[in-house]
Nanobody, 119 residues
Framework: QVQLVESGGGLVQAGGSLRLSCAASRNIVGINAMAWYRQAPGKQRELVATISYSGTTNYDDSVKGRCTISRDNAQNTVYLQLNSLNPEDTGVYYC?????????????WGQGTQVTVSS
């Protein structure tokens, strides 16, 4: 069974930076996109950033210009660099890898890593 493990969260002051990592326990054949979501207390989970197999990236407007998603295929890892953090960035950040194979759809989630931004 594949596992995605996030790390890099923590407590940071407003204006600070964090780099989140999401590592897969092994190479996953068929993955074509990776994403980061976040869930603030009392709110629904929202999409933050995505990166395709070809490297195309997309960002939510709330993080555009402050955030970079990247991937290291050799390390089976995706990263999320967050800069100029503000309290509205507080939440649990989850990585999600999706794709498909002959046998069906792939959809993996990590357990989440907490990001807390103090004002």
């Amino acid at each position: 069974q594949v596992q995605l493990v996030e790390s890099g969260g923590g407590l940071v002051q407003a204006g600070g930076s964090l780099r989140l990592s999401c590592a897969a326990s092994r190479n996953i054949v068929g993955i074509n996109a990776m994403a980061w979501y976040r869930q603030a207390p009392g709110k629904q989970r929202e999409l933050v950033a995505t990166i395709s197999y070809s490297g195309t990236t997309n960002y939510d407007d709330s993080v555009k210009g402050r955030c970079t998603i990247s991937r290291d295929n050799a390390q089976n890892t995706v990263y999320l660099q967050l800069n100029s953090l503000n309290p509205e960035d507080t939440g649990v950040y989850y990585c999600n890898w999706v794709g498909s194979t002959y046998f069906g759809r792939l959809d993996y989630w990590g357990q989440g890593t907490q990001v807390t931004v103090s004002s």
